[in-house]
């Protein structure tokens, strides 16, 4: 079996770029619609900056998350570029577009169908995947 050449300081810096699109993307640009259709209450944002030292293991696990989603998406684009002989940042937009169509969309949808949550509220957490996984994706392709 061939080894899968995986450039490990792409995925990191990937992992760190999805963090501060997150970062951005729930607090001052969405932040506070996010917080009003999810039903987080403004007293609990309020709480967990008292409890900031306790947020290390939460940002650490969440680093984690990414870190995986990241990795996983270095190995779509090597099979992608294999498959369809696509590379460069053309081929992080097309791996990183159909993973978020593929993958992250239609299991995110059940919050939408099985939970009542609305649609505006699928928009914004699926907008930040979706802007994400274009931006690891750009990354990771373009960092080969």
Known sequence: MKPVPINYLAVVVAALANMAIGFLWYGP??????MKLAGVAPKRKTSAKKKAPGMEKTYLLAFVGSLVMSYV????LIFAAA???????????????????????????????WEGKPWKLWLIINGCYLVSLLVMGTILAGWR
Not at 96 to 102: P, S
């Open 83 to 113: 498959y369809y002989e696509m590379s460069g940042i053309t081929g992080g937009l097309m791996s990183g577009f159909w993973n978020w169509l593929g993958f992250i969309a239609p299991v995110t949808l059940g919050a939408v169908l």
């Open 29 to 34: 640009l969405f932040g506070k619609t996010w």
């Open 73 to 76: 998406l270095a190995h779509s």
